[in-house]
């Protein structure tokens, strides 16, 4: 039987991301899916890159590659991408910034360090998300939507700044087009600094950005933790140090179980092999002027779906 302390804890569990070293020491820190939990509301996937300085004449080469079933969400925090996309979308994404790519039934892309950026050394520090598309926007055409920063609404208060990237929070919209009932925010937090996070979704997480965050009696959190908060608990966040800066996101539990292979969302592993075999076969479009593509991964077994 749980404690009368432990009844009043906000904190369900924490998750250390995995770290992945995709060469010339750019690492990445994969929060979603885990071991731990594989989906807070409709996030499926959050990487951490970098923090990382690129040698001049070097960067950051994601050549095309699909998706379907989900939106990748790319914020930055440092840094500049050139994405690209098979709809003819060539659009650069610089800090406080938000590009919405939604795959539907199928998008391809490339990210990449612009040819001027290399040209002296670069730094590259960010977010990103894949959002699930609910089953009825599943197969959906495929759109882009690119919102600058002074688009974004932010709410502020003392030694508080919390830009809403997407969806609905702190009464605040984003514009971006999102599909389902959710929120991620970009907060930062000087010393001293006290926010409280009201429980307005039924699923909501704290990832860890910079700095320490004190969650009160759940404890403090360095840089690099993804904090998932129990159903229906509110929890005041405390910047433990001269600042911190966390990503708040959430939303309501998906309309059923997904699958992800590879760069594949959906809730029919019928339609995930699908996917898979077009790729294989290059069915999907192109992107205009990129020759270069991700070839499909062994990928064994059956794809696993989780809530």
Request: aromatic share 8%; net charge negative; charged share 20%.
């Amino acid at each position: 039987m749980a404690s009368h302390s432990d009844a009043n804890k906000a904190l369900d569990l924490v998750i250390i991301p995995r770290t992945s070293d995709l060469g010339d020491n750019f690492e990445v820190r994969r929060a979603l899916p885990s071991k731990q939990r594989r989906m807070v509301g409709p996030f499926v996937f959050l990487d951490q890159m970098g923090p990382h300085v690129f040698s001049s004449g070097d960067g950051l080469d994601v050549r095309p590659h699909p998706h379907i079933g989900l939106a990748t969400v790319t914020y930055l925090f440092d840094g500049e991408l050139l994405h690209r996309d098979s709809l003819g979308t060539v659009q650069p994404i610089r800090p406080g910034e938000v590009n919405w790519m939604t795959a539907g039934r199928g998008i391809v892309h490339s990210e990449r360090t612009a040819p001027e950026v290399r040209q002296q050394a670069s730094s590259l520090f960010g977010i990103q998300c894949w959002v699930a598309l609910p089953q009825t926007h599943e197969e959906t055409e495929p759109s882009f939507a690119h919102e600058e920063m002074h688009k974004l609404p932010v709410e502020e208060g003392e030694g508080i700044s919390a830009r809403i990237i997407a969806g609905r929070f702190f009464g605040k919209a984003s514009p971006v087009p999102t599909l389902s009932e959710m929120f991620y925010a970009d907060v930062q937090l000087q010393a001293g600094a006290r926010l409280s996070l009201p429980a307005e979704y039924a699923e909501q997480a704290i990832y860890v950005v910079d700095g320490t965050l004190d969650l009160g009696s759940d404890g403090s959190f360095e840089a690099g933790r993804l904090l998932v908060l129990k159903p229906g608990k509110s929890v005041t966040l405390a910047c433990r140090g001269a600042r911190a800066r966390v990503m708040l996101l959430g939303g309501e539990p998906m309309d059923g179980p997904r699958g992800i292979v590879w760069n594949f969302v959906s809730s029919s592993a019928e339609r995930l092999q699908q996917a898979k075999e077009d790729w294989k076969q290059q069915r999907f479009p192109k992107v205009p002027g990129e020759v270069e593509f991700i070839p499909l991964p062994d990928i064994p077994g059956k794809p696993v779906f989780y809530p």
